[in-house]
């Protein structure tokens, strides 16, 4: 029986929406700047560190329980609280309140994907805009032949093909979340 390679070093992800109170846009104009520009140099350090990629994104005027999100991927929950404590002792982050976070790790899949390997170290950011899906599945997909759900899933990821310019990852979700994957497109066109 041939031997499988060892599965690769897993990665934590973290999807983290943050509401910026209200009081803080009354601050002097002075202060404020400065208050992202210490929250900047925060997340700077850490992507120059090399412990964790973070791709930033303002949600700004798009939901009303979150003004931005940060995609944090790193290797152990540790490094993830290790930031999350740094970034919220800034100024800055005195003013935030976190309104969702999704938790998830990257590992193979049990079902063929073709040209996705979901346990491949990411690749994410660089594209203007991440759609975020929670993605579960009901009792009645685990009751079907495991052969059903490979050709359900087949036909699934064969719909990207039309879209080339989208970035798939597929993720599993660890934690109290309701949802068991997190499905992220990137590209840089929304449509």
């Given at each position: ?189 929304l449509a």
């Amino acid at each position: 029986m041939p031997q499988r390679s060892p599965e690769p070093r897993r990665q934590v992800v973290n999807f983290a929406f943050f509401k910026v109170a209200s009081e803080w846009r009354r601050l002097p104009a002075a202060e404020r700047a400065e208050q992202r520009r210490e929250f900047s140099e925060l997340i700077q350090r850490w992507r120059q560190s090399e412990e964790m990629v973070i791709t930033s994104y303002s949600l700004a005027g798009l939901r009303a329980e979150a003004d931005m999100m940060l995609w944090r991927v790193c290797y152990s929950l540790e490094c993830l609280q290790e930031f999350q404590a740094e970034l919220m002792a800034t100024a800055l982050g005195t003013y935030l309140s976190l309104s969702r976070s999704y938790l998830a790790t990257t590992r193979h899949s049990q079902y063929r994907i073709g040209g996705y390997d979901t346990a491949q170290a990411l690749r994410c950011g660089g594209a203007k805009y991440a759609s975020i899906l929670p993605f579960g599945k009901s009792r009645q997909w685990y009751q079907l032949p495991f052969e059903e759900r490979q050709r359900i899933v087949t036909a699934y990821i064969r719909n990207f093909d039309d879209f080339p310019r989208v970035r798939l990852h597929t993720l599993y979700s660890l934690g109290l979340d309701d949802q068991e994957f997190m499905i992220v497109m990137e590209s840089d066109e929304l449509a």
